[in-house]
């Protein structure tokens, strides 16, 4: 309530409302964590995205952005009505702050939960964009191991991301296991592409298991990153 009045008075004394701080891209990472994934590969995935975001190229790849910034925030999701906010949004401009971030990452407690809802994921993230970043582009990274069997289609809520001007990118993780006695699904791939992915530049990754994921994961942020017009391709050198 005494939020609500000072916005009012604020709103009626004309003074500005704080301006939110511009970065190259507002990035969503998207992860899943429903019952299909075990203790081992939920702890490979988060591994994955720690060690991204402490490597050398990642960090170079932000600095060499138009605005040498981003913005990102990571979400862990699985039914529809399970998506958990593991770390808010967070500023990262060089090498203190990224790795700042792959620490907190590490150190936050992992839960696996459920069903598999990409639309709810989808849907949890949208709201999010800015609240904190004006980003030239804001993107939505879906990384998961099966199809949407909980929530609304995947394809509606992506639609709905899209016409907000949202960019949605996807890493399907092919895990070579069976799943709750149904065979491991190889066509996953496929229906990310056609379900998943959607916006200017969408682009899906594609980890052949989960120790592939680590790998999958540099590659598609250094993608997310440097995605602009005329953005040379990442340099190779360094780790």
Known sequence: MQRAILAAVLTVAGLPAAALEPVDVELVL???????????????????????????RVIRTIGNGPLG???????????????????????????????????????????????????????????????????????????????????RPAAAARDDAVAKGITVNGLAIINDRTNFGRPPDRELDAWYR???????????????DFEAFGEAVLNKLLKEIADRPGAPPPSRDGG
């Open 194 to 208: 056609e379900n998943v992915i959607g916006g200017p530049g969408a682009f899906l990754v594609v980890a052949e």
């Open 30 to 56: 998207a992860v899943d964590v429903s019952r299909s994934i075990d203790e081992v590969e939920a702890q490979l995935q988060r591994q994955g995205y720690v060690e991204a975001f402490r490597n050398q």
């Open 69 to 151: 910034r981003i913005g990102v925030t990571y979400v862990e999701w699985a039914a529809v009505d399970f998506q958990r906010h593991i770390i808010g949004w967070t500023l990262i401009k060089d090498a203190a702050s990224a790795r700042a971030f792959a620490d907190q990452l590490e150190a936050s407690p992992r839960q696996s939960w459920g069903w598999t809802s990409v639309s709810g994921a989808i849907d949890f993230a949208v709201p999010l964009f800015g609240q904190t970043f004006e980003g030239t582009r804001q993107v939505i990274d879906v990384s998961g191991d099966g199809r949407n069997n909980s929530g």
